[in-house]
């Protein structure tokens, strides 16, 4: 191409041809080399975000330091105007480019490694930006020491994922402003209403996180009790009525149904020692100071248990259990559905698992074992059964995070690794054997 500059700097014309050259390619003629050019061509997408990324923010910061002439009048600030030039630039609105410039600084300057798997082909621009939103409030040394912890672990995950990883680790390198974050948010729970043009309106509640698990698994056994009894209404209006009735009390059947709700918590967190935090089962994580609170009010109330589940100290990965019956249900299932964190296993995926599948066939003689189980929502569980498509467990065993690999008709390797359990070194002092076995062992339900 002519017109090339020195060094690495591509002048816009060698840059139009090669979007032009991209413009016009020509699809392969098998199978595995279409996948193959998809997915070079997402890395070419995902490099060309990267430098978008440090394009706009070396704009950003030229244009701020341009001397502007002055015109007597009152201006906008000048954010305003570069993220609206910025948006010209890349067909977004001017809002977007202005959000765009501060997420691309943002990466530049303070998610440095983010911003490297980014240009590397390892995540998406979308999701590059989704973590650095997830720091904003952090300090411009934490949000370092997030990356540090999570760059290494980004690749391969969903959005769900991401966000849940990017999240732990801001709860446990901030973990003092981030308590005091929750806590504001939590004196701030309310209840909001809106009607809707068709003769519907929404509800809407803002509620601690341990009360929304509660809240939610309490309307979910409603449906599906509901639904097993022959309700012939679907499971979001046995919600919706369950919900409505229980708060006015205008119907008979308004009693509560007994809830538990999974706090998964190191011993040293829950000792109010470490910073690690405490996952609650289908919603997310929490603070371990919130989490420590939380266990002594229920503990106050009598309403705590202690349930002992089986872990590895080294990487806090859940194991051991088997059963000797061909379907995963009872104990066996809850505890797939807590060391998958309750969402698909499939790399990429966000839905919640629906299927507890074995990764080896039972009539390939897999057994039914935490060790050949994993957690699948219904479509991937579907899509796993497609001709030319395997997997297998990765060395079983006792002693490491469970793992699977697969690999798709078309020779696409999937791989996919169970989050470790919250607890282990992390923010914390050192702890002598008997501790640490303490906190590898110990799963709270209340």
């Known amino acids: 191409m002519a017109g090339r500059a020195e060094g690495n700097v591509w002048e816009p014309d060698d840059l139009h041809a090669l979007a032009d050259l991209v413009a016009v390619l020509a699809p392969a003629t098998t199978g595995t080399d279409l996948l193959d050019q998809l997915e070079a061509l997402e890395r070419i997408k995902s490099a060309a975000a990267a430098a978008q990324a440090v394009i ?21 600030p000048r954010a305003m105007s570069i ?43 979308e999701r590059a930006f989704a973590v650095a939103r997830e720091v904003a409030h952090l300090t411009p040394e934490q949000r370092r020491r997030v990356d540090e912890d999570v760059a290494p672990r980004l690749t391969g995950l969903g959005d769900a994922r991401l966000r849940a990883a990017v999240r732990r680790s801001c709860l446990t390198h901030a973990a003092e402003s981030e308590t005091r974050r929750c806590r504001r948010a939590r004196a701030d729970r309310r209840v909001t209403s809106r009607r809707l043009d068709d003769g519907t309106g929404q509800l809407i509640a803002t509620l601690p996180i341990e009360v929304l698990a509660a809240v939610r698994s309490a309307l979910d056994t409603a449906a599906t009790t ?12 046995v919600r919706a009525d369950t919900l409505a009735a229980r708060v006015t009390g205008n119907q008979s059947v308004t009693d509560a149904v007994p809830v538990r709700v999974n706090l998964v ?8 020692t470490g910073t690690e935090p405490g996952f609650v089962q289908g919603e997310g994580f929490l603070p371990a100071a919130l989490c420590t609170a939380w266990v002594r009010r229920a503990s106050d109330s009598a309403k705590t248990t202690l349930r002992r589940l089986f872990a590895s100290p080294d990487d806090r990965a859940l194991v051991a259990m088997e059963s000797t019956n061909r379907r995963f249900d009872g104990q066996l299932a809850e505890l797939i559905d807590l060391r998958d964190a309750g969402t698909c296993r499939t790399p990429g995926c966000n839905a919640p698992i629906r299927h507890h599948d074995h990764v080896t066939g039972v009539d390939d003689g897999g057994p039914t074992a935490t060790s050949n189980g994993q957690g699948l929502c219904e479509r991937c569980n579907y899509v796993k059964e497609s001709p030319g498509w395997a997997s297998w467990v990765a060395e079983p065993g006792d002693t490491r995070l469970h793992e699977v690999h697969g690999v798709t008709e078309h020779l696409r390797i999937l791989r996919s690794t169970a989050p470790p359990l919250p607890g282990g070194p992390a923010g914390t002092v050192d702890y002598s054997p008997y501790e640490l076995r303490l906190a590898s062992n110990y799963t709270l339900a209340s």
Not at 56 to 76: I, K, V, Y
Not at 87 to 109: F, H, I, N
Not at 226 to 236: K, L, M, P, V
Not at 266 to 271: D, T
């Open 56 to 76: 706009s923010a070396t704009f950003a910061d030229a244009a701020d330091s341009e001397d502007l002439p002055a015109s007597g009048r009152r201006t906008p």
């Open 83 to 125: 993220g609206a030039e910025v948006a010209l630039a890349t067909l977004a609105s001017p809002y977007a480019g202005e959000q765009r410039v501060l997420l691309s600084r943002r990466l530049r300057d303070h998610l440095p490694l983010t911003l490297a798997a980014l240009a590397r082909g390892e995540l998406t621009e």
């Open 226 to 237: 509901a639904r097993a009894a022959g309700d012939e209404r679907t499971s979001g209006q």
């Open 265 to 272: 918590i190191g011993v040293e967190s829950l000792l109010g």
